[in-house]
């Protein structure tokens, strides 16, 4: 069945650092591709999307560019801030975008 | 707009008990999905619903019954709780789309712990 593998957790970087967390994903089809973000005691939002092969999504300077041939979705930011520091969840849709599998999530931790 | 609503957000129950964990969405979407959320394992599909009278289940549904009477209302029942079903669970609504892939939106979540 479908899946997404994330990077594991947790990542510790210093203000203005460079971030990627890596993502890659078994699917059948074209699913559409997710990022969300989850902030300490909140219920997750969705940061970026893609749905289509080399559609880069891009929200709040994070962006993840939909590489099928690669079977990845990694997420970047050139500069982190301590308000990044959450829990990122990649996720891929079903085509009625009805059912999401996700990825266990990468903690994120941006200290000053 | 509400948005997705979910109550309680914290409940403790003993073994054996049932509830039901409401979610309420006022933004007349017709998918409704209820997940969980166990520490390195992301979110886990237990029941989704594509409309009201329509329900399906998802990757975890032992346990756990679900009804949708109403758009705006996806109740998720626990018949007879178990530790194993201690969690964070969040409700989810998507508006569909022709060709799909649209945004769903998360509640806040319920904090369950069962003794």
């Known amino acids: 069945g479908d899946s997404v593998t994330q990077m594991e957790g947790p990542v510790t970087l210093s203000e203005e650092a460079f971030l990627t967390i890596n993502c890659t994903y078994t699917?059948?089809?074209?699913?559409?591709l997710f990022w969300y973000v989850q902030y300490p005691g909140e219920g997750l939002q969705l940061l970026l999307k893609?749905?289509?092969?080399?559609d880069k999504g891009s929200n709040k300077g994070f962006e993840a560019t939909y590489r099928k041939e690669t079977t990845s979705f990694h997420l970047e930011k050139g500069s982190v801030q301590v308000s990044d520091s959450a829990v990122y969840f990649c996720?891929?849709?079903?085509?009625?975008?009805?059912?999401?599998?996700f990825g266990q999530g990468t903690e994120l931790s941006v200290k000053p | 707009n509400a948005g997705v609503t979910q109550t309680p957000k914290f409940q403790v129950l003993k073994t054996g008990q049932s509830m039901t964990l409401q979610c309420a969405q006022d933004?007349?979407?017709?998918?409704m999905s209820w997940y969980r959320q166990d520490p390195g394992m992301g979110l886990r599909l237990i029941h989704y619903?594509?409309?009201?009278?329509?329900?399906d289940q998802g990757e975890v549904p032992n346990g756990y019954n679900v009804s949708r009477s109403t758009t705006e209302d996806f109740p998720l029942r626990l018949l007879s709780a178990a530790p194993s079903q201690t969690s964070v669970y969040f409700c989810?609504?998507?508006?569909?789309?022709?060709?799909?892939?649209?945004?769903?939106?998360f509640g806040p979540g319920t904090r369950l712990t069962v003794l």
């Open positions: 989810a609504s998507t508006p569909p789309t022709a060709g799909g892939y649209n945004e769903q939106f």
């Open positions: 619903s594509v409309g009201a009278g329509i329900t």
């Open positions: 996720a891929l849709s079903d085509r009625l975008g009805g059912k999401l599998i």
């Open positions: 893609a749905t289509k092969a080399d």
């Open positions: 933004m007349n979407h017709e998918y």
């Open positions: 699917a059948t089809g074209y699913p559409s």
